[in-house]
């Protein structure tokens, strides 16, 4: 499936009296009207099958991060229509049985040079990799695994959506700064869920925290209909102060809450969980933001619209600064020591030099109320305290 | 009996170490729905009085008989009668009104509607809107140029400032300064515009002649980590002498010369210093502090913080009249 977004109506008229028609392909031929210059920017993801959850309440939305996509580019459009800038948007849904690579080779036929990559896991490094990719802008805003900042990284790579590492280690300071520091962590089965598993126990070495116990819950529960009798039982165990669950679909997770041996909080995948974005934060302008996406997107924003919203963003601010639509000329600046992002999050986010992460606070939630943003107060860096969030650069594994 | 009097005059004067000034302030408190009055003499709050939802920008009419409100989340700018304390009428301020300013002329009201990317103009007597203009996304600042000739608008996610002829009712030139570029204020002479960008930590001074960036000012405070320094608020002194810059949650005011534009001094106050506003006489500036809902009293000469005054939850805009 694939389509073409027209935004600006000022432009989509403009376009249309200038006789181009509607085909994406016609881009990459026609020269922009006269005193517009253009920056185009393709969104590239996957249809995924969901998995069955046993906590399915919430339907995930068929436009998460491509609603992020929309709103990121009328954004821009409206700074670029000061500056004689105009952002075109293509984007691009691979079926299930698709092949993203196979999609993204056919974007850089068609003269793409900047994608922003909602993909999962392992993906986008594999992309970032094929010999067509190599003088592309790429940016991971659907991935969260550790690998894509340290071994899988690339140098044509960078990341808006934060890594595991990131998500744990916030979670981390805030539970040490509330003493918090015995947990219990119980783990899903699958192998996304153990990778969120190694970077809380990760965050608990370098907080000073114990993981007193570890304990899987295996998929031969039915929790909804046995949750009552099966959790209390299956959390006993060794003195703890905090259950934290590693559950990324939301398959068992929600069913932990209230039903622990000991009257115990829930945090991670569920419960109190760290977030790249929440709908209960409003502070710092977002709700300006909130209620900006959710007029044109019928619905609030979610962690993935967030990524995508600040890698787009990313390349409009780097194209106001910069004056210029050249995409090495935006790739360079974005990458440079004077890029600054404001993302709604209170402070300038910058991409880290050693393996493209976008530095960047990190929420802490509750399903109706922002808790905290880490990092806490306390948590020191020579740098700045976004570098006490995920792969420091002594520690960083990316040789690139 | 005429000597005596005017001996005990004399007498009071000098017992007097600050001089009882007949200023009044008042402090808007976003979380809160109120006004706090404060009494310049004794700086003391005196009252404390219910307006709109969600109240943030103040401002005084030209007469300084009434005070007009931005209640964000009614929608609506609010005339109060600062006699009586009550709200004479409403003005058609268009979606979500957050910050204006009003033309020397003090018949149009210059409104930044926030979510919906347009500045609208009130006509203050017949309470009509007489025009709106669009700008970029977020508009926030406002400032009218002494002449009256410019209405500025800065708009925080397009990084802007957008430079609106009043005659042609139109944006005529843009100026691109730091990133969230929150508040405006024109030099006495109108010859220079400031501009604060909150997340870019920069001022920006423009020449108004030539509407380009003539100097970028920015803030180092030790023990403050840089991404913390954030500026919102600006005052100028009319002597030329200070720019007052209200640095967020960096906790202080800087005061900057107005002239060489070198950063003079930082003075601590509340948290999340967010507005300000000078007294009449110029000698003292009052800034709200959103997080310790305080104000901070500052005095010009010493570049002293005297004193601070609880207000309500989230003070955001404060007016001082004379």
Redesign the interface.
Known sequence: MRFSLWLPSLMQIALLAGGLCASPAAFSQEAAPTDLSTVRIAYLTQEVEHPPALSNLDEPPADEGLAGARLAVADNNSTGRFLKQRFDLEAVTVPIDGDPAQALRDLVAAGHRIVVLDLPGETPGALARLPEAANLLLFNAGSTDDSLRNALCAPNLLHTAPDRAMLADALAQYLAVKRWTKWLLIVGTRPEDRLYAAAVKRAAKRFGAEVVEEKTWSEDHDARRTAQAEMPVFTQGKRHDVVIVADEIGDFGDYVLYRTWEPRPVAGTQGLVPTNWHRAHEAWGAAQLQSRFKAAAQRTMLPRDHAVWAAIRAVGEAATRTRSTDPAALAAYIRGPDFTLAAFKGVPLSFRSWDGQLRQPVLLAADRSLVSVSPQDGFLHPRTELDTLGHDQPETGCRR | MTTARSLLLAALLAGCAVPALAETVYVSNEKDNTLSIIDGATLTVTETVKVGRRPRGITLSADGKHLYICASDDDTVQVMDLATKKILHNLPSGEDPELFALHPDGKHLFIAN??S?VVTIVDVPSRKVAYQVDV???PEGMAVSPDGKWAVNTS?????V?WIDTEKRAVVD?T?VD??PRYAQFSKDGGRLWVSA????TLSVIDTASRKVAQTIRFKIKGV????IQPVGIKLTDDGRYAFVALG?ANHVAVVDAQTFAVKDYLLVGRRVWQLDLSPDQKRLYATNGVSGDVSVIDVDSLKVVKSIKVGRYPWGVAVKG
């Open positions: 926030e979510e990317n970029g996304v977020e925080e996610t397009t990084n802007m957008h843009n691109l990133a969230r909150e997340i870019g930590g980590p840089q991404d913390r949650p």
